[in-house]
T-cell receptor, first 115, second 112 residues
Framework: GAGVSQTPSNKVTEKGKYVELRCDPI?????LYWYRQSLGQGPEFLIY????????DSGLPNDRFFAVRPEGSVSTLKIQRTERGDSAVYLC?????????????FGPGTRLTVL | KQEVTQIPAALSVPEGENLVLNCSFT??????LQWFRQDPGKGLTSLLL?????REQTSGRLNASLDKSSGRSTLYIAASQPGDSATYLC???????????FGPGTRLSVLP
């Protein structure tokens, strides 16, 4: 079956604009994770969902960042009033459940550039 | 707070060599550890997943070991090939439902 997909693959925006990044998890996966990867670093956790609810959003850097998963499948990461420091690759992952033994499968990422 | 480090940061070897990448974590209370490969501009490809109760996992030319008590994992790559050139990331999962904590990666170059 299809893997995790993310759209767009690249997004260039101007400082102060609003952006939405989309993640389509593997069908049937109830857990969904968002990570952010800056150049030369490993991914950093942002938020994860179990079903429709955000189980842990402790990684969101500030209140300009928000994510939803209204029907328990597709998720959208929303960034308001973008800043140059938001430039990074945003990765999404999904897994069958929250149990620790479940493998996380990653999408190709969205590269966000804020000018 | 769990911290993950990887040594070396970068490695360049001639084709055919066997090599070892190292990963260390500060808190031994992990659920599992996963090794990933990342090609430039691409997402993460899972290589090996080691559960906390396991000592090692093997896939083809790759072997990953886990020593929870010492907070270490190694990824062994046998008979390296230029196609192995990529960044290798290790990540630990710290609890039920928990996200991964990633290391910064080792950038590997295998020269033909």
């Amino acid at each position: 079956g299809a893997g995790v997909s993310q759209t767009p693959s690249n997004k260039v925006t101007e400082k102060g604009k609003y952006v939405e990044l989309r993640c389509d998890p593997i069908s049937g996966h109830t857990a969904l994770y968002w990570y952010r990867q800056s150049l030369g670093q490993g991914p950093e956790f942002l938020i994860y969902f179990q079903g429709t609810g955000a189980a842990d959003d402790s990684g969101l850097p500030n209140d300009r960042f928000f994510a939803v998963r209204p029907e328990g499948s597709v998720s959208t990461l929303k960034i308001q009033r973008t800043e140059r420091g938001d430039s990074a690759v945003y990765l999404c992952a999904s897994s069958q459940g929250l149990e620790g033994w479940n493998e996380q499968f990653f999408g190709p990422g969205t590269r966000l550039t804020v000018l | 707070k769990q911290e993950v480090t990887q040594i070396p940061a970068a490695l360049s070897v001639p084709e055919g060599e066997n090599l070892v990448l190292n990963c260390s974590f500060t808190d031994s209370a992990i659920y599992n550890l996963q090794w990933f490969r990342q090609d430039p501009g691409k997402g993460l490809t899972s290589l090996l997943l080691i559960q906390s109760s396991q000592r090692e996992q093997t896939s083809g030319r790759l072997n990953a070991s886990l020593d929870k008590s010492s907070g270490r994992s190694t990824l062994y790559i046998a008979a390296s090939q230029p196609g192995d050139s990529a960044t290798y990331l290790c990540a630990v999962r710290i609890g039920y439902g928990q996200n991964f904590v990633f290391g910064p990666g080792t950038r590997l170059s295998v020269l033909p």
